[in-house]
């Protein structure tokens, strides 16, 4: 199907032709919206109130390939290069996760809830979007991240220029502890992770276009253990989390439990608990070292 005329009206119409079976109506009315802002700078409402404006060649085309992409099942965040995060604007590719509303939950609470801390650590950065978000709130702290990753440490450092911080992102892979801790030798106030936890099991229940296009690696937990990376990280605060810091995770609730069992089990905690995220999931663990 051709796009009827360059008028906002024929662009509205063509993405509610071409993406009507792969979304709801209210999933094609945001995407537009989203696609508009991107790429013409217009409103939701402008969507609306300039049915009759026409656009140029350069942005029609922009437009068009961008639902087609959609009705592939590419997530407009991959195709727009870009999304937002707790007020911020963060660079994505297929090399990073895309931030879930989930993390933001998980940010806020510890932005709420330590003031007076100087000093962050965030394992399994993706984008960068915790430690960016932290840093920019916690202008006088130190903030760390790091990820096994190569490619998602060029996104992430990327993002901390984009807005503004300074966040010392450094390679390593939280699985080999020793390793990990000749690399980072400082001790934190917080430390703050979403790991992989999704179930090798557990593919057949996700949507399509998260299988296909963003990273495995930073979804799945291989092997036998599906909480393997939470215990390395409770493990490591032995360590490198200061007396009476913070853990805090995002955590899959089917394994949240067994976390929450791991992390008693440790006795370096004074207090251990799960919190729900805002759907009334069991989404998080937060933890006070003794």
Same mark, same amino acid.
């Given at each position: 199907?051709?796009? %009827?005329?360059?008028?906002?009206?024929? #662009?509205?119409?063509?993405?509610?032709?071409? *993406?009507? !079976?792969?979304?709801?109506?209210?999933?094609?009315?945001?995407?537009?919206?989203? %696609?508009?802002?991107?790429?013409?700078?217009?409103?939701?409402?402008?969507?609306?109130? =300039?049915?009759?404006?026409?656009?140029?060649?350069?942005?029609? #085309?922009?437009?068009?390939?961008?639902?087609?992409?959609?009705?592939?099942? +590419?997530?407009?965040?991959?195709?727009?290069?870009?999304? *937002?995060?707790?007020?911020?604007?963060?660079?994505?590719?297929?090399?990073?996760?895309?931030?879930?509303?989930?993390?933001?939950?998980?940010?806020?609470? #510890?932005?709420?809830? +330590? =003031?007076?801390?100087?000093?962050?650590?965030?394992?399994?950065?993706?984008?960068?979007?915790?430690?960016?978000?932290?840093?920019?709130?916690?202008?006088?702290?130190?903030?760390?991240?790091?990820?096994?990753?190569? !490619?998602?440490?060029?996104? %992430?450092?990327?993002?901390?220029?984009?807005? !503004?911080?300074?966040?010392?992102?450094?390679?390593?892979?939280?699985?080999?502890?020793?390793?990990?801790?000749?690399?980072?030798? =400082?001790?934190?106030?917080? #430390?703050?992770?979403?790991?992989p936890y999704i179930k090798t099991s557990e593919k057949n229940a996700m949507s399509a276009n998260v299988l296909e296009h963003e990273p495995h690696q930073a979804l799945f937990v291989?092997?036998?253990?599906?909480? @393997?990376?939470?215990?390395?990280? @409770?493990?490591?605060?032995?360590?490198?989390?200061?007396?009476?810091?913070?853990?805090?995770?995002?955590?899959?609730?089917?394994? %949240?439990?067994?976390?929450?069992?791991?992390?008693?089990?440790?006795?370096?905690?004074? =207090?251990?608990?799960?919190?729900?995220?805002?759907? !009334?999931?069991?989404?998080?663990?937060?933890?006070?070292?003794?």
């Open positions: 199907m051709r796009v %009827a005329s360059n008028k906002i009206s024929s #662009i509205s119409a063509f993405y509610f032709s071409e *993406l009507k !079976g792969h979304y709801d109506v209210g999933e094609i009315e945001s995407l537009l919206a989203l %696609a508009a802002e991107h790429y013409l700078g217009f409103s939701r409402s402008d969507v609306l109130k =300039k049915a009759d404006h026409n656009i140029n060649q350069s942005e029609l #085309i922009k437009l068009y390939d961008c639902c087609k992409a959609l009705k592939n099942g +590419n997530p407009l965040q991959y195709i727009l290069g870009e999304t *937002l995060f707790y007020h911020l604007k963060f660079k994505v590719n297929p090399t990073v996760l895309i931030p879930r509303p989930e993390t933001e939950e998980l940010v806020d609470v #510890i932005v709420l809830e +330590n =003031k007076q801390a100087t000093s962050f650590l965030d394992i399994g950065t993706g984008s960068g979007c915790i430690p960016v978000s932290l840093k920019s709130n916690f202008q006088n702290a130190q903030v760390f991240a790091c990820d096994i990753s190569a !490619g998602a440490l060029k996104v %992430a450092s990327d993002n901390a220029r984009l807005n !503004g911080v300074s966040v010392n992102f450094f390679e390593a892979d939280i699985l080999n502890l020793n390793t990990f801790c000749d690399l980072f030798q =400082k001790q934190v106030d917080v #430390i703050v992770s979403n790991p291989d092997g036998e253990d599906p909480v @393997i990376f939470y215990k390395q990280i @409770i493990d490591l605060c032995g360590t490198r989390l200061q007396k009476k810091g913070r853990l805090y995770f995002e955590l899959n609730p089917l394994t %949240a439990q067994s976390v929450l069992e791991y992390a008693n089990n440790t006795h370096l905690f004074q =207090k251990v608990e799960l919190m729900k995220d805002m759907s !009334g999931k069991t989404r998080f663990l937060r933890a006070v070292k003794n």
